[in-house]
T-cell receptor
């Protein structure tokens, strides 16, 4: 069974540009989560999808972040326009039961 | 007070010894607790979950939970160099979506 995959693995963009991160969850997992780890801090929750619906987006930093989950399959997280403080590692996780979550390898975003 | 606290380390343990990792949490109603292992540049990997007071053993790993003291620990017996990683304590919310709150992680190094 394939695990959670994320693309790209690394992205370096300039301040003010747009970046879109993609996550493909484990097949059959209805729950999809986005988390972020900025340098020196703990991993923090961003939002949670159940199928295509946003269940909880309380962790989204501001309206420069937009997450979508097309047809309840893969998800994208767009940052527009990117700021320096958006740099970090963005993790996606999926879960069948909303209890045990399985993480992808992350996308390291660097905003210069 | 942080919601989930861990000693960031680094913690150095000789090969073959017992490594002890500790975590405290602030929410008294928390019911589930997870330990993730993260190798450098890799995804967090779920290695242990514990839901009841007491000990739970899985191979060389033992999780210990004391809800009265709001304390959860992970013991690694017969430590191996391959156990060198960052260990993350995670506690899900109790509001139905199970978003995880992480500690900052403890960096463990096993010395051959």
């Amino acid at each position: 069974e394939a695990g959670v995959t994320q693309f790209p693995s690394h992205s370096v963009i300039e301040k003010g540009q747009t970046v879109t991160l993609r996550c493909d969850p484990i097949s059959g997992h209805d729950n999809l989560y986005w988390y972020r780890r900025v340098m020196g801090k703990e991993i923090k929750f961003l939002l949670h999808f159940v199928k295509e619906s946003k269940q909880d987006e309380s962790g989204m930093p501001n309206n420069r972040f937009l997450a979508e989950r097309t047809g309840g399959t893969y998800s994208t997280l767009k940052v527009q326009p990117a700021e320096l403080e958006d740099s970090g590692v963005y993790f996606c996780a999926s879960s069948q039961t909303a209890i045990e979550q399985y993480f992808g390898p992350g996308t390291r975003l660097t905003v210069t | 007070q942080k919601e989930v606290e861990q000693n960031s380390g680094p913690l150095s343990v000789p090969e073959g010894a017992i490594a002890s990792l500790n975590c405290t949490y602030s929410d008294r109603v928390s019911q589930s607790f997870f330990w993730y292992r993260q190798y450098s540049g890799k995804s967090p990997e779920l290695i242990m979950s514990i839901y009841s007071n007491g000990d739970k053993e899985d191979g060389r790993f033992t999780a210990q939970l004391n809800k009265a003291s709001q304390y959860v620990s992970l013991l690694i017996r017969d430590s191996q160099p391959s156990d060198s990683a960052t260990y993350l304590c995670a506690v899900p919310s109790n509001f139905g979506n199970e978003k995880l709150t992480f500690g900052t992680g403890t960096r463990l190094t096993i010395i051959p």
